[in-house]
């Protein structure tokens, strides 16, 4: 099945590509996006290579170079040599959400408990609705975000109560 995304490289691309990833400081996603375009030009004296080849050539996945490609084609050099913005894990909860947690790790704990556990501020975070879920393990990174926030803002007012 032939290729949907072509690379063809003009002489000057080529260059530069070479150029970014022999000289300088790049960002090594950078370097490794510059090196597939290099590899799956079809423009060069043998040919392209395979998504395969490449793949264990640089230690990507095949989808990586099929990115890279793909991008390459459709919206030019600068976008596939860069990532996307937004890429990665996105915040579970905004601000508003991390202020009813903070609101309600500082209430009294449940009857039967003497403090608040993350797991119980997860649980009940989902059971008061804020959240459809929520693991316990965001609860406390942003619990260890906001603390350290708080007491430094703490320190130089004696008169504020920590909770």
């Not at 691309?13 to 070479?18: A, D, G, S």
């Not at 084609?73 to 937004?86: F, H, I, N």
């Amino acid at each position: 099945m032939p290729k949907k995304y072509v690379v063809r490289l003009t002489e000057i691309e080529r260059q530069y590509l070479e150029r970014l990833t022999t000289t300088g400081k790049h960002a090594a996603y950078q370097i490794n996006h510059a090196r597939i375009l290099l590899k799956a030009d079809c423009n060069q004296p043998n040919g392209s290579w395979r998504d395969g080849d490449i793949k264990d050539a640089f230690g990507v996945s095949i989808r990586t170079v099929e990115r890279v490609r793909q991008r390459f084609v459709e919206e030019g050099m600068e976008a596939a040599l860069k990532v996307r913005p937004g890429a990665g894990r996105k915040h579970k909860l905004t601000g508003e959400l991390e202020a009813h947690l903070i609101a309600l790790r500082c209430s009294e704990a449940p009857s039967g408990r003497g403090r608040w556990t993350v797991r119980l501020l997860a649980d009940q975070m989902v059971e008061l609705g804020y959240v459809e879920e929520l693991s316990h393990e965001c609860v406390r990174q942003v619990l260890k975000k906001r603390t350290a926030t708080l007491e430094a803002r703490m320190l130089g007012d004696s008169t504020r109560t920590k909770c």
